[in-house]
C-alpha cells in the first residue's frame, strides 16, 4: 500500500521552489489539467506528495482560501532544528519553534507559504 498527500495551493508552480529550498525537495513530474491547473510530483528523500493547484468547482481548495488547515505534514529528519531553520529562511512562518516535547520527539511546526502545516522534528527514544 502507498498513501500520498496532494496539498492544493494557491500557486503550485511557486510553491514547489519553497519545497525545493525549505525541504530540499525535488520535481518528479509536472502536468496540467485541461482546465489548466497544475499537478506538480514532489520527492523529499524518497517520500512523494504532490502539490496541486486550487480547483473550488472539484471541491479542491487551498488553506488559504479555507482560512486555515486541517492536516499537518509530519517530516521526521535527523536534524529537526536545521530543517526548520531552512524553512523559515525559504519563507515559512514559524507556528512554534523546535524543542524536546514531552511526548518524546524534538519537534517544531512551521507554515509553508501557502499556509500548510509542517511538523518537522525526529524521535528522541
Keep these: 500500500m502507498e498513501l500520498t498527500p496532494l496539498l492544493t495551493v494557491k500557486d503550485a508552480r511557486?510553491?514547489?521552489?519553497?519545497?525545493?529550498?525549505?525541504?530540499?525537495?525535488?520535481?518528479?513530474?509536472?502536468q496540467s489539467t485541461p482546465s489548466g491547473q497544475f499537478i506538480i510530483e514532489m520527492s523529499i528523500e524518497g517520500e512523494h506528495f504532490y502539490a496541486v493547484d486550487e480547483n473550488p468547482p472539484a471541491f479542491n481548495v487551498s488553506p488559504t482560501t479555507l482560512g486555515g488547515t486541517s492536516?499537518?505534514?509530519?517530516?521526521?529528519?535527523?536534524?529537526?532544528?536545521?530543517?526548520?531553520?531552512?524553512a523559515i529562511a525559504a519563507g515559512g512562518?514559524?507556528?512554534?519553534?523546535?524543542?524536546?516535547?514531552?511526548?518524546?520527539?524534538?519537534?517544531?511546526?512551521?507554515?509553508?507559504?501557502e499556509g500548510h502545516h509542517w511538523l518537522i522534528g525526529k524521535n528522541l527514544r
Design 14 to 30: 511557486a510553491i514547489v521552489e519553497f519545497y525545493k529550498k525549505a525541504f530540499g525537495a525535488t520535481e518528479v513530474s509536472r
Design 71 to 86: 492536516v499537518r505534514m509530519s517530516l521526521i529528519v535527523e536534524d529537526p532544528d536545521a530543517v526548520a531553520a531552512q
Design 93 to 113: 512562518k514559524l507556528i512554534f519553534p523546535v524543542a524536546d516535547q514531552p511526548y518524546g520527539m524534538r519537534q517544531g511546526r512551521i507554515a509553508d507559504p
